[in-house]
C-alpha cells in the first residue's frame, strides 16, 4: 500500500524558513507535488518536479521563494519554504502522480494526511 508521511511543519514568523519532508512507501511515482490549503479556500497547488527532477513548477505565489527537490534514492520529496509571509499559512499536502509531469489536482492519485504551517505577522 501507498503512503505518504509529511514532517517539518510549524509555526515561524514572518520571513522566517521551513523545510517540508514527504516520505514515500510502496512504490515511486513520476511526479510529485506539493498543494496547500487555507481556511476557506481550495486547495491550490504550490510546487511540483518530475522524476529526474529537470521539470519543476511553482505557483506564482511562491516563486523565489519556494524550492521542490526529490531524492528518489530515499523516495522523498522536500519543500524548503523561505520568506514566509502570513498568507502562506495552510496545511500542505504530498501528493504524487504516475503521470510524466502534471500540476492538475486531479490527476495525483495519492495523498499524505497533510501538515500545519502557521506565519505569524
Known amino acids: 500500500q501507498v503512503q505518504l508521511v509529511e514532517s517539518g511543519g510549524g509555526l515561524v514568523q514572518a520571513g522566517g524558513s521551513l523545510r517540508l519532508s514527504c516520505a514515500a512507501s510502496?512504490?515511486?511515482?513520476?511526479?510529485m507535488g506539493w498543494f496547500r490549503q487555507a481556511p476557506g479556500k481550495e486547495r491550490e497547488i504550490v510546487a511540483a518536479i518530475n522524476w529526474s527532477g529537470v521539470r519543476t513548477y511553482y505557483a506564482d505565489s511562491v516563486k523565489g521563494r519556494f524550492s521542490i527537490s526529490r531524492d528518489n534514492a530515499k523516495n522523498t520529496v522536500d519543500l524548503q519554504m523561505n520568506s514566509l509571509k502570513p498568507e502562506d499559512t495552510a496545511v500542505y499536502y504530498c501528493?504524487?502522480?504516475?503521470?510524466?509531469?502534471?500540476?492538475?489536482?486531479?490527476?495525483?492519485?495519492?495523498w499524505g494526511q497533510g501538515t500545519q504551517v502557521t506565519v505569524s505577522s
Open positions: 510502496g512504490r515511486t511515482f513520476s511526479t
Open positions: 501528493a504524487a502522480s504516475r503521470a510524466v509531469f502534471t500540476t492538475t489536482t486531479k490527476n495525483y492519485e495519492v
